[in-house]
């Protein structure tokens, strides 16, 4: 549901003020870290969410502002 909800924040940014989305990421970044996973290495938590780990410089190439 996390990756569903966060792959669709450019179409639908109101999901980024509600607080399900917040309360979700930060119930699952809970979970990681007991797992021994470091949330703030994007890498880490990807590979935890089931992503494919892409780099930062990747990751910020490839950003566009959102407008709300």
């Known amino acids: 549901m996390y990756r569903l909800l966060h792959a669709r924040l450019t179409d639908h940014p109101e999901l ?32 935890w969410l089931g992503n494919t780990p892409v780099s930062c410089e990747v990751r910020v190439a490839g950003r566009r502002v959102i407008e709300s």
């Open 16 to 47: 980024m003020d509600g607080d399900f989305l917040l309360d979700l990421q930060k119930s699952l970044q809970r979970m990681a870290r007991a797992e021994g996973v470091d949330v703030s290495d994007h890498g880490a938590w990807d590979a």
